[in-house]
């Protein structure tokens, strides 16, 4: 399968990929399985996918905990090296272009005092769970990557 259809089969298209690479082989190896399967870990038991009820949580804390996810990242594509490119080539494209700038944007903000503001919160809430919804296409992604049964949607949602 080429890099192009397995995108699509995620709706992932929007992702701005260079032409050849979409035409390269989608061919994960040992290595890239088991990275998927520690990000996959990450993902599901972080608010990168779990809901932030309105009554509970703290914006800053949420905030911190998906820029987590840049550490996370290069210390799985450290330990498995350059034996595990295709899980490389997606979680670089994913925190580049899905989550770097969420987090841009509210370190910003935060900065600027944006989190002490009720309406800010809620926006930054909303703009979360926007968020959310495109780390859970990832997830599902790294479940399909690592070839483990996808727990993404295990719980059900308030």
Known sequence: MKW?????????????INTPFLEMEWQPQDEDKSAAWEMYIELLTRITTQPLAREHGDEKTALDSVYSLFRTTRGII??????????????IVVL????RPFTAKWHKKLIEGALKDAKQCEVFRVE????QLKLKIYSRMLADMAGVEDLTNLEESE
Not at 4 to 16: A, C
Request: net charge positive.
């Open 78 to 91: 450290k330990q498995y090296g350059r034996h595990c490119t295709e899980f490389t080539k997606i979680a």
């Open 128 to 131: 979360l769970n926007d968020l």
């Open 4 to 16: 192009k259809k397995w995108l699509e089969n995620w709706d992932m298209t929007s992702l701005k």
């Open 96 to 99: 580049n272009q899905i989550i």
